[in-house]
């Protein structure tokens, strides 16, 4: 799976484009040590933690894009953080569990 | 007399810049202020300034300014005679001061606007607390760049290679800084990548690390990450002075922790720290009296 199916297929927005390359995996969570703990690499991590310090762990997870859910907006430095991490960044209206589904069904395909 | 530094925020460093709008008059003027009264001869005051070094005297009565007198208005009167008159007859009443709530820049821009060398500082009630000079503000100056300075070389990340092969990294963390939260355990990352450590490996220094990094956020009042690499052997300590952990048993359990409800609204505070950092590491230690010392070893060689 790609990061541009995230905008083509499941039409959310496109923050800021990550460097790309195959996404394996997905993990959804809002505790920030259990992503540390427990996502794996090459995932898209779907949570509502719109802050900088979610960049920081998916940098160091090895988590290539971050979606956010319902409506969240992240700040100028969460943005710029992934900018600089290589990390793709999009917003969903949508639930964390709604996000989740239409993620897997991607996955899964 | 020292020529007054210029407010042209071009030419001037921004540190410089920064100090002079955060000091106020009152952190650089001199407190201990001489003075004369109005009766006092002007060879009294005279040899006062002899006495003391210094090139002005303001004329109080009581605790209101009235009037200067100047080295020139000294010379004067040795010139023209009259140096055994009082101060009254021949001091300067037309002042202008400075008041000692304002930011220094408004000193130095009455240095560069006026020609005198000094300016009384009076305080809101219009009584005299003070004086300032070129010098006072120079001295001021070079103090706190100095202190900035060393503040600066107390908090640098230190890298050091011992001859034995050892690599060490030790990062100052501050309490409650979310914004540079995990840039320590993001260099630690790239040093062992550049190294082409295993990834599995270094997701698990990377837990370690991190986790250890955001307690010394959250929960101390600042300490140090720790990091040396000796051969196959990975050590990563977190140091803090305080305030120290009340029950290290119930902090190792997963789900507990003290941390409060903004904190936990960033995704932070879940209890999970303490026990990701004790599943990932080979050796583990804490230990908390005043200060806590969290301590992991993980060896190179499991993949």
């Known amino acids: 799976m790609n990061e541009n199916d995230f905008t083509k297929q499941l039409g959310y927005t496109l923050i800021g484009e990550g460097d790309g390359g195959g996404i394996t995996a997905a993990y959804t969570s809002d505790l920030l040590s259990d992503v540390m703990g427990n996502a794996p690499g090459d995932s898209v991590l779907i949570t509502i933690q719109a802050h900088k310090n979610t960049v920081a762990v998916a940098d160091l997870t090895g988590v290539k894009a971050i979606i956010l859910c319902n409506d969240r907006s992240p700040d100028q430095g969460m943005i710029d953080a992934a900018k600089e ?16 589904c239409a993620v897997g069904k991607l996955l899964a395909s | 007399m020292g020529k007054a530094i210029s407010l042209n925020s071009q030419n001037l460093p921004t540190v410089l810049l920064d100090l002079i709008f955060k000091l106020k008059i009152k952190d650089v003027m001199s407190k201990d202020v001489v003075t004369g009264t109005k009766q006092e001869s002007l060879r009294t005051i005279q040899q006062r300034m002899k006495l003391r070094g210094i090139t002005g005297v303001p004329i109080v009565d009581g ?10 208005d000294i010379l004067n009167a040795f010139d023209q005679g009259h140096i055994d008159d009082p ?17 220094l820049s408004f000193a130095i821009s009455y240095f560069n606007k006026h020609g005198f060398g000094r300016f009384p500082v009076l305080d809101k009630k219009r009584c005299l607390v003070g004086i300032i000079t070129n010098r006072d503000i120079n001295t001021s100056l070079l103090i706190e760049v100095n202190r900035i300075v060393e503040q600066l070389e107390g908090e640098r990340e230190h890298t050091q290679v011992t001859l034995e092969g050892e690599h060490s990294k030790q990062f100052p963390v501050k309490k409650h ?15 062992l990548k550049e190294r082409q450590i295993h990834p599995t490996l270094i997701r698990r220094i990377a837990v370690a690390s991190y986790e250890m990094e955001m307690n010394l956020v959250v929960h101390s009042d600042g300490g140090r990450l720790l990091f040396t690499m000796n051969g196959e052997r990975i050590e990563i300590s977190a140091v803090d002075q305080g305030p120290g952990i009340p029950d290290v048993d119930k902090a190792l359990e997963v789900g507990f922790s003290t941390a ?15 026990p990701n950092i004790k599943r990932v590491s080979d050796e583990f230690s804490i230990a908390s009296d005043k200060g806590t010392t969290v301590r992991s070893v993980i060896f190179l060689g499991d993949e």
């Open chain 1, 85 to 100: 991490a290589g990390i793709g960044l999009y917003v969903s209206s949508d639930d964390q569990f709604t996000v989740s």
């Open chain 2, 63 to 72: 605790p209101r300014l009235i009037g200067i007198i100047s080295i020139d």
């Open chain 2, 177 to 191: 800084d979310f914004e540079h939260a995990g840039k320590a355990s993001t260099e630690i990352k790239k040093f």
């Open chain 2, 87 to 103: 101060a009254e007859d021949h001091m300067t009443r037309n002042i202008i001061v400075l008041e000692d709530d304002m930011p």
């Open chain 2, 260 to 274: 409060n409800e903004w904190i936990r609204s960033l995704g932070f505070g879940a209890g999970m720290g303490l």
